[in-house]
Protein backbone atom coordinates (compact mmCIF):
# COMPACT_ATOMS: atom_id res chain seq x y z
CA UNK A 1 0.00 0.00 0.00
CA UNK A 2 1.42 3.25 -1.01
CA UNK A 3 0.53 7.28 0.10
CA UNK A 4 -1.03 9.40 -2.47
CA UNK A 5 0.13 12.82 -3.32
CA UNK A 6 -0.89 15.01 -5.92
CA UNK A 7 2.85 15.14 -7.35
CA UNK A 8 3.16 11.29 -7.22
CA UNK A 9 0.22 9.84 -7.88
CA UNK A 10 0.54 6.30 -5.45
CA UNK A 11 4.37 5.95 -6.62
CA UNK A 12 6.77 4.53 -3.86
CA UNK A 13 9.75 5.72 -3.90
CA UNK A 14 12.88 2.94 -3.99
CA UNK A 15 15.81 2.38 -1.22
CA UNK A 16 19.02 1.05 -2.91
CA UNK A 17 21.72 -0.11 -0.31
CA UNK A 18 25.34 -0.09 -0.98
CA UNK A 19 26.35 -3.57 1.23
CA UNK A 20 29.86 -2.94 0.05
CA UNK A 21 29.52 0.42 2.35
CA UNK A 22 27.05 -0.56 5.27
CA UNK A 23 28.15 -1.78 8.70
CA UNK A 24 24.79 -2.41 9.58
CA UNK A 25 24.76 -0.21 12.50
CA UNK A 26 20.75 -0.34 12.49
CA UNK A 27 20.63 4.17 12.56
CA UNK A 28 18.61 3.94 9.44
CA UNK A 29 16.44 1.33 10.36
CA UNK A 30 15.55 3.21 13.86
CA UNK A 31 14.57 6.49 11.97
CA UNK A 32 12.43 4.76 9.28
CA UNK A 33 8.85 4.63 10.77
CA UNK A 34 7.44 2.81 7.73
CA UNK A 35 9.56 0.10 8.70
CA UNK A 36 10.77 0.02 4.89
CA UNK A 37 14.32 -1.65 6.57
CA UNK A 38 15.15 -4.42 8.41
CA UNK A 39 18.09 -6.25 9.73
CA UNK A 40 18.21 -9.81 9.34
CA UNK A 41 21.21 -12.05 10.10
CA UNK A 42 23.50 -8.90 10.77
CA UNK A 43 22.73 -7.54 7.03
CA UNK A 44 20.10 -4.39 6.68
CA UNK A 45 17.33 -5.27 4.24
CA UNK A 46 14.11 -4.20 2.45
CA UNK A 47 11.56 -5.40 4.26
CA UNK A 48 8.56 -6.69 2.05
CA UNK A 49 5.77 -5.65 4.77
CA UNK A 50 6.28 -2.02 5.60
CA UNK A 51 3.30 0.30 6.83
CA UNK A 52 3.07 2.05 4.19
CA UNK A 53 6.11 1.93 1.35
CA UNK A 54 8.81 4.56 1.29
CA UNK A 55 7.09 7.89 1.33
CA UNK A 56 10.41 9.43 0.58
CA UNK A 57 11.49 11.13 3.62
CA UNK A 58 15.01 10.48 3.45
CA UNK A 59 15.34 9.92 7.23
CA UNK A 60 17.53 6.51 6.47
CA UNK A 61 19.89 8.38 3.76
CA UNK A 62 20.63 11.43 6.09
CA UNK A 63 21.01 9.40 9.22
CA UNK A 64 23.29 6.93 7.41
CA UNK A 65 27.08 7.61 8.64
CA UNK A 66 28.49 5.92 6.05
CA UNK A 67 26.66 6.99 2.45
CA UNK A 68 25.70 3.31 2.07
CA UNK A 69 21.56 3.89 1.08
CA UNK A 70 19.95 5.99 -1.50
CA UNK A 71 16.79 7.03 -2.08
CA UNK A 72 14.59 7.41 -5.75
CA UNK A 73 11.33 8.44 -6.58
CA UNK A 74 8.84 10.80 -5.17
CA UNK A 75 10.30 13.40 -6.42
CA UNK A 76 13.87 12.41 -4.72
CA UNK A 77 17.05 11.99 -6.30
CA UNK A 78 20.39 11.12 -4.34
CA UNK A 79 21.68 14.48 -5.84
CA UNK A 80 19.23 16.15 -3.58
CA UNK A 81 21.28 15.26 -0.19
CA UNK A 82 24.06 17.21 0.60
CA UNK A 83 26.12 17.29 4.06
CA UNK A 84 24.44 18.89 6.90
CA UNK A 85 26.39 22.21 7.83
CA UNK A 86 26.62 22.51 11.40
CA UNK A 87 29.34 25.21 12.24
CA UNK A 88 27.75 29.19 13.36
CA UNK A 89 24.39 27.51 13.80
CA UNK A 90 21.96 30.94 15.39
CA UNK A 91 21.68 29.92 19.29
CA UNK A 92 18.80 30.54 21.05
CA UNK A 93 19.05 34.15 22.23
CA UNK A 94 20.52 34.99 18.57
CA UNK A 95 17.15 33.25 16.92
CA UNK A 96 14.70 34.79 19.55
CA UNK A 97 16.49 38.52 19.31
CA UNK A 98 14.89 37.79 15.12
CA UNK A 99 11.66 36.54 15.91
CA UNK A 100 10.91 39.42 18.41
CA UNK A 101 12.01 41.73 15.81
CA UNK A 102 9.53 40.40 13.65
CA UNK A 103 6.41 42.55 13.12
CA UNK A 104 3.55 42.58 10.80
CA UNK A 105 4.61 45.17 8.15
CA UNK A 106 1.95 46.68 6.20
CA UNK A 107 3.63 49.85 5.38
CA UNK A 108 6.19 49.31 2.02
CA UNK A 109 8.42 51.75 0.73
CA UNK A 110 7.86 52.49 -3.55
CA UNK A 111 10.75 49.74 -3.99
CA UNK A 112 10.87 46.57 -5.67
CA UNK A 113 11.89 43.41 -4.14
CA UNK A 114 14.91 42.32 -6.29
CA UNK A 115 14.76 38.32 -7.95
CA UNK A 116 17.05 37.22 -6.12
CA UNK A 117 15.76 38.42 -2.83
CA UNK A 118 12.43 36.24 -4.04
CA UNK A 119 14.72 33.17 -4.63
CA UNK A 120 16.23 33.46 -1.08
CA UNK A 121 12.59 33.31 0.34
CA UNK A 122 11.23 31.00 -1.75
CA UNK A 123 14.60 28.39 -1.18
CA UNK A 124 14.14 28.99 2.89
CA UNK A 125 10.36 28.81 2.39
CA UNK A 126 10.46 25.67 0.77
CA UNK A 127 12.86 23.61 3.76
CA UNK A 128 9.76 24.15 6.16
CA UNK A 129 8.28 20.71 7.12
CA UNK A 130 5.40 19.01 5.68
CA UNK A 131 2.73 16.37 6.90
CA UNK A 132 3.67 13.98 4.39
CA UNK A 133 6.50 14.41 1.22
CA UNK A 134 6.91 15.60 -1.21
CA UNK A 135 5.51 18.86 -0.60
CA UNK A 136 2.20 19.21 -1.56
CA UNK A 137 2.26 23.27 -0.88
CA UNK A 138 2.25 25.50 -4.19
CA UNK A 139 2.92 29.24 -4.57
CA UNK A 140 1.70 32.12 -7.14
CA UNK A 141 4.34 34.65 -6.52
CA UNK A 142 3.09 38.16 -7.64
CA UNK A 143 6.29 40.41 -7.87
CA UNK A 144 5.28 44.28 -8.75
CA UNK A 145 3.05 46.38 -6.48
CA UNK A 146 1.31 46.34 -10.14
CA UNK A 147 0.25 42.80 -9.92
CA UNK A 148 -0.60 43.10 -6.01
CA UNK A 149 -3.08 45.75 -6.39
CA UNK A 150 -4.80 43.88 -9.38
CA UNK A 151 -5.07 40.45 -7.61
CA UNK A 152 -6.56 42.32 -4.91
CA UNK A 153 -9.03 44.28 -6.87
CA UNK A 154 -9.97 41.18 -8.42
CA UNK A 155 -10.71 39.16 -4.84
CA UNK A 156 -12.75 42.39 -4.23
CA UNK A 157 -14.71 42.12 -7.03
CA UNK A 158 -15.62 39.05 -6.36
CA UNK A 159 -16.46 39.66 -2.83
CA UNK A 160 -19.08 42.03 -3.90
CA UNK A 161 -20.67 39.43 -6.11
CA UNK A 162 -20.88 37.16 -3.04
CA UNK A 163 -21.84 40.30 -0.19
CA UNK A 164 -24.96 38.59 -0.35
CA UNK A 165 -23.64 35.67 1.48
CA UNK A 166 -22.04 38.10 4.29
CA UNK A 167 -24.55 40.59 4.52
CA UNK A 168 -26.77 40.90 7.55
CA UNK A 169 -29.56 39.54 6.43
CA UNK A 170 -27.96 36.39 5.37
CA UNK A 171 -26.25 36.35 9.14
CA UNK A 172 -29.93 36.42 10.72
CA UNK A 173 -31.15 33.85 8.62
CA UNK A 174 -28.50 31.27 9.34
CA UNK A 175 -28.05 32.15 13.01
CA UNK A 176 -29.77 29.03 13.87
CA UNK A 177 -27.30 26.89 12.38
CA UNK A 178 -24.13 28.54 13.62
CA UNK A 179 -22.26 28.38 16.87
CA UNK A 180 -22.18 31.53 19.18
CA UNK A 181 -18.66 31.77 18.46
CA UNK A 182 -19.29 31.90 14.75
CA UNK A 183 -21.63 33.83 15.13
CA UNK A 184 -19.94 36.44 16.65
CA UNK A 185 -17.07 35.96 14.80
CA UNK A 186 -19.43 36.92 11.12
CA UNK A 187 -21.08 40.14 13.09
CA UNK A 188 -17.80 41.81 14.32
CA UNK A 189 -15.43 40.52 11.71
CA UNK A 190 -16.08 38.90 8.72
CA UNK A 191 -19.39 41.64 7.89
CA UNK A 192 -17.22 44.97 8.31
CA UNK A 193 -14.22 43.48 6.60
CA UNK A 194 -16.00 42.80 3.51
CA UNK A 195 -17.85 46.10 3.35
CA UNK A 196 -14.45 47.69 3.80
CA UNK A 197 -12.37 46.03 1.60
CA UNK A 198 -15.56 46.65 -1.21
CA UNK A 199 -15.94 50.91 -0.13
CA UNK A 200 -12.41 51.27 -0.30
CA UNK A 201 -12.34 49.49 -3.82
CA UNK A 202 -14.02 52.22 -4.81
CA UNK A 203 -11.91 54.77 -4.06
CA UNK A 204 -9.12 53.30 -5.58
CA UNK A 205 -7.42 52.13 -2.03
CA UNK A 206 -6.23 48.91 -1.81
CA UNK A 207 -6.48 47.49 2.11
CA UNK A 208 -6.40 43.63 1.20
CA UNK A 209 -2.63 43.47 -0.13
CA UNK A 210 -1.87 47.43 0.38
CA UNK A 211 -0.07 47.84 -2.39
CA UNK A 212 2.91 45.59 -1.28
CA UNK A 213 5.52 45.21 -3.95
CA UNK A 214 5.42 41.75 -3.30
CA UNK A 215 2.69 39.10 -2.28
CA UNK A 216 2.85 35.14 -2.53
CA UNK A 217 -0.02 33.23 -1.88
CA UNK A 218 0.72 29.58 -0.13
CA UNK A 219 -2.00 26.58 -1.05
CA UNK A 220 -2.49 22.88 -0.55
CA UNK A 221 -4.12 20.73 -2.53
CA UNK A 222 -3.64 17.35 -0.81
CA UNK A 223 -0.95 18.61 1.96
CA UNK A 224 -1.75 18.36 5.08
CA UNK A 225 -3.62 21.59 6.19
CA UNK A 226 -1.00 23.14 7.95
CA UNK A 227 1.39 22.75 5.53
CA UNK A 228 0.73 26.15 3.92
CA UNK A 229 1.09 27.95 7.38
CA UNK A 230 4.30 26.45 8.16
CA UNK A 231 5.92 27.26 4.61
CA UNK A 232 4.28 31.05 4.83
CA UNK A 233 6.16 31.32 8.21
CA UNK A 234 8.91 30.24 6.77
CA UNK A 235 9.17 32.67 4.23
CA UNK A 236 8.57 35.39 6.37
CA UNK A 237 11.26 35.16 8.83
CA UNK A 238 13.76 34.62 5.81
CA UNK A 239 12.12 37.96 4.74
CA UNK A 240 13.21 39.17 8.38
CA UNK A 241 16.69 38.32 8.29
CA UNK A 242 16.94 39.77 4.54
CA UNK A 243 16.03 43.41 5.47
CA UNK A 244 12.17 42.90 4.42
CA UNK A 245 8.95 43.81 6.37
CA UNK A 246 6.26 40.93 5.88
CA UNK A 247 2.92 40.41 6.92
CA UNK A 248 0.08 36.91 7.05
CA UNK A 249 -3.45 37.90 5.42
CA UNK A 250 -6.06 35.39 5.87
CA UNK A 251 -8.87 36.69 4.46
CA UNK A 252 -8.28 35.15 0.97
CA UNK A 253 -8.11 31.88 1.73
CA UNK A 254 -11.24 30.81 3.14
CA UNK A 255 -13.42 32.44 0.12
CA UNK A 256 -11.46 30.50 -2.46
CA UNK A 257 -12.12 26.91 -0.65
CA UNK A 258 -15.30 27.09 -2.81
CA UNK A 259 -16.34 29.89 -4.56
CA UNK A 260 -14.09 31.91 -7.48
CA UNK A 261 -14.04 29.37 -10.10
CA UNK A 262 -13.53 32.28 -13.00
CA UNK A 263 -10.69 33.74 -10.36
CA UNK A 264 -9.11 30.75 -9.46
CA UNK A 265 -9.01 29.95 -13.46
CA UNK A 266 -6.99 33.58 -14.14
CA UNK A 267 -4.77 33.13 -11.79
CA UNK A 268 -3.63 29.39 -12.02
CA UNK A 269 -4.53 28.63 -8.83
CA UNK A 270 -5.80 24.45 -8.53
CA UNK A 271 -10.12 24.83 -8.87
CA UNK A 272 -10.27 22.46 -5.76
CA UNK A 273 -7.47 24.57 -3.77
CA UNK A 274 -7.71 23.58 0.14
CA UNK A 275 -5.95 25.85 2.97
CA UNK A 276 -4.25 28.74 1.75
CA UNK A 277 -2.76 32.07 3.40
CA UNK A 278 -0.56 34.90 1.42
CA UNK A 279 2.18 36.73 2.72
CA UNK A 280 2.75 40.51 1.84
CA UNK A 281 6.71 41.33 1.96
CA UNK A 282 8.58 44.78 0.98
CA UNK A 283 10.80 47.62 2.32
CA UNK A 284 8.76 48.68 5.55
CA UNK A 285 8.41 52.28 5.08
CA UNK A 286 8.10 52.65 9.00
CA UNK A 287 10.86 51.54 12.15
CA UNK A 288 9.41 49.88 15.20
CA UNK A 289 11.67 50.47 18.27
CA UNK A 290 10.00 47.99 20.88
CA UNK A 291 8.49 44.73 20.81
CA UNK A 292 5.27 43.31 22.27
CA UNK A 293 5.23 40.42 24.83
CA UNK A 294 3.11 37.64 23.64
CA UNK A 295 1.31 34.96 25.56
CA UNK A 296 -0.80 31.52 24.55
CA UNK A 297 -4.49 31.29 25.78
CA UNK A 298 -2.95 28.84 28.58
CA UNK A 299 -0.30 26.83 29.27
CA UNK A 300 -0.67 23.22 31.04
CA UNK A 301 0.98 20.15 31.67
CA UNK A 302 -0.79 16.87 32.33
Not at 98 to 106: A, D, E, G, K, P
Not at 192 to 208: A, G, Q
Amino acid sequence: MSVATSRTGTENARIRIDHEKCTACGLCVKVCKDFSLIIEDNILKINQKPLFGCIGCGHCVAVCPHDAIAVNGRTLNPEDFSKLEKDNLPDYESLNKLLLNRRSTRDFKDKPVPKEIIEKILAMASTAPMGLPPSDVGVMVMNSKEKVKQFSFDFIDLLERMKWMVSPASLTLMRPFMSKDDYLLFKSFVIPMVSFFTESRKRDENYLLYDAPLAMMFYGNMSDPADPYIAANYATLAAESLGLGACMIGSVGPFLKNTGKDFKRKYGLPSKMRDSIIVIFGYPQVKFSKTIKRSFERVYYV
